[in-house]
Each structure stands twice: as C-alpha cells, then as structure tokens.
C-alpha cells in the first residue's frame, strides 16, 4: 500500500509513473506492469528459498519477460524486494538504471529476517523467539543470510543507487549495521491530505456506528499477526490482567494469527474481543473510536500505527524506541521495552482520566507532519538527483 501511496501522490506532481507488481494491484488506470505471479509460483518460490537459498526461483521466466519494458523509464523505484518473487541478478540489473530504493525494514543489511535482533536492552524476552518472528518471509533451513547480505552490499557498492529511510531512527540503525558510506536520505511515509482530523462529537458517533460500549474504557491493539512476539500481545494481556477493575473497561485486538493470545485472555478470563482482520478503512475507525491505542512493539523502522491512532484522537501508550518518540513528537505515553509493569501503570493512568492533553490539535498537528505531498514532494527532489547523478556518471564515462 505504501508504494501505491507514493505513486499516486507523485503521478499528483506531474510525474508520469507505473507501477510493477508481483500479482494485480489496484492501481492507477492504465499504469500497471504484472509479473502475474500465481499463488503455485509463490509456494515453489517459498520452497526453492527455503530449502535452496534461492530468490524467485520460478519467476525468471516472468522476469525475462518484464526486464526489456524497463529500459523505457527514465528511473526506477524500488519497494521492499525481498521475499520469493525477485532473483538477485534482476536486482542487479534494476540497480544497473537510475534507482531510489525506499527500504521499509532490514532486509537488506541482515541478508534474511526483516528485522535483526533487538538491541541488547530490549531482549528481554524475545532473544529466544528471533528465529520465528520474522513470519512473512520465513528463516531458511539452512541460513544463507549471510552471503546474501555480502551480495546486497556489493550490489550497493557497485551501482550505488539513491537509498530512503522511512525514520530518522531507522537511518541511523542501518548506517550502524554497515550503510554508514551509502547515498542515503529520510522521506517518512505520507498518509494525510489535508483532512482536519475527526472531532469529540465524530469520535462519538463513529464509536456508537462500531457498537462498542459508551460506558467503559476502550483499549485497541493491532498487529498484522497478533501471535508474533516482537509485536508485544503477550506484554499487552498481561498488563490488562494486572488493571483495576473498579474502572470498567473493554479491549479489542485486530489481526490475523492470534491462536495463542486467543487461549491466554480465555486462561485469565479477560474481556478481549478479537476483530480479526480489517480493512484500512475500518482500521481508521477502530482509531477513532477507541480511548487508549497501546503498542508495546519491541522494534519497528517507522510504527505507522502510531501516527494513525494520534491522527484520531485517542492517547497512545507504546514502547520507548527511539523511531516511535520521533514519529510521536512526545505526544505518546512511553514505557521500556518489555516492562509489563510500568505498561500496566501507563494504562491505569488513563483509565483513571488524569490526562488533560487537547487531543483534537495533537491529532492535526500528526496530520500536517505526515502529509502525502510533502512526501511526494521529497521523492520527485530525490528522483531528480538520481536522475542528474547518473547524467553526470554517463557523461564522465562517455
């Protein structure tokens, strides 16, 4: 969804752009390349890495086919490559042309898992799980992560195309993990155009249309697979089991996967609701209508949530990483990673109302930082710099 974002907000700029995905997307008319990737591919694909090492084992036939339309744009921008659909020597050849290159996790400097091992202070708990937090793009039997981070980065060295951070945070992360002499900039996600954010009254109704309790206290935790551990469901059930229940209150989990969480809450006897998946829409309702978002995340590059639930208007209680202070802007209640405790005395915090914040300007205050322009207006800057450092390395070379 976050390359679909830029590509309209840019085509908004004038920009003519397409957009080449691995399966059929909705996109904009008429600017769609498809590899047309099958779901039997995706699963040889899946197998083939998993047991071989080997990127988009069955998709060079479909790749052979797409690489010769490439040559017709006069750049290209690459989103998130990894996975079973890509074999690296189509990386090369991509990064062989003027190339921005937005990097959304670690992939590209861990060789293998999305994210690497939390830094030493936040381990607690998770070291034991590391080999199994990364579902999405599952750990092979044989770990081949090194020689493929040795490869990314020769790759990098080679044709040094434009690199984007999504946070500041997740900048200085891979500038510390060995991207320190890579051509890099920050351009965080855009996601607002300019709506005023929902008042106290909409915030109302919005809750009334969800049928969710009036009466009582409303927590929301979200992960897109509620079980993995390094988006903190455990810590969140285990904090609700400590509140008070003189004050009446009610949690609500949305995601896919959430098997285990699923058994502890009915082992504790809490009142937790599981919404399943949702929509993006629905999503921006659930924000609207909850009191308290908590997050107890041990890593992100960006926490997107985050922005969204302050751009609704409810508190926000989420861990005490450097990425979520700086998309937060201190408009966040912090705990240490891991702290069940001091988690369980944030929310009886709010749930006792001694927060006076104006949460309405906070929310358009969320909304003007994160604004789809803005952020398209960073990546045609950086598309242009692409575009004139490879006109001045043809020149030098011709």
């Known amino acids: 969804m976050s390359a679909l974002n830029i590509q309209e907000t840019v085509a908004d700029l004038g920009i003519d752009t397409w957009m080449l995905s691995a399966r059929d997307a909705q996109c904009l008319e008429r600017k769609l390349l498809s590899l047309n990737e099958s779901e039997s591919r995706l699963r040889v694909n899946a197998l083939a890495y998993r047991l071989l090492g080997v990127d988009g084992f069955a998709n060079r036939v479909l790749w052979k086919k797409i690489l010769p339309r490439l040559k017709e744009f006069d750049l290209i921008h690459l989103h998130n490559v990894h996975g079973y659909y890509m074999p690296l020597d189509v990386l090369q050849v991509i990064l062989s042309r003027p190339c921005v290159w937005t990097l959304h996790d670690f992939w590209i400097v861990t060789g293998g898992p999305g994210f690497p091992p939390p830094p030493f202070e936040n381990r607690r708990g998770v070291e034991r799980f590391f080999p199994f937090v990364n579902f999405r793009y599952p750990a092979e039997l044989i770990d081949r992560s090194r020689k493929r981070r040795r490869l990314l980065f020769a790759l990098i060295r080679e044709h040094q195309p434009s690199l984007v951070a999504v946070s500041h945070a997740m900048a200085g992360r891979l500038k510390s993990m060995g991207l320190h002499q890579a051509n890099m900039t920050v351009i965080q996600h855009g996601l607002y155009d300019g709506d005023p954010a929902p008042s106290a009254t909409e915030r109302e109704r919005t809750r009334q249309k969800k049928g969710w309790p009036m009466d009582r ?16 469901c455990d810590l969140f059930i285990r904090a609700l089991n400590g509140l008070s229940t003189e004050i009446p209150w009610v949690a609500y989990v949305v995601g896919d996967k959430s098997e285990v969480a699923r058994k502890k809450v009915e082992e504790l006897g809490l009142d937790v609701r599981f919404l399943g998946k949702v929509s993006e829409s629905e999503m921006g309702e659930l924000f609207c209508a909850c009191d308290t978002y908590v997050t107890p995340t041990l890593d992100e590059t960006f926490g997107r949530t985050v922005v ?23 408009h966040a209640i912090y705990f240490p990673p891991g702290d069940v405790a001091t988690l369980c005395k944030e929310m ?38 692409e575009i004139e450092k490879s006109e001045r390395s043809n020149g030098n070379s011709d």
């Open 348 to 385: 009886l915090t709010v749930l006792q109302g001694s927060m006076t914040e104006d949460r309405h300007n906070i929310a358009n205050e969320i909304r003007s930082r994160f604004s789809r322009m803005r952020m398209a207006q960073k990546y045609v800057s950086t598309y242009q710099a």
């Open 217 to 232: 206290h409303v927590f929301l935790f979200t992960s897109a697979q509620v079980d993995n551990p390094v988006k903190g």
């Open 308 to 330: 969204e639930a302050l751009a609704e208007g409810p508190k926000v209680v989420c861990t005490d990483l450097p990425v979520l202070r700086e998309v937060s802007g201190g």
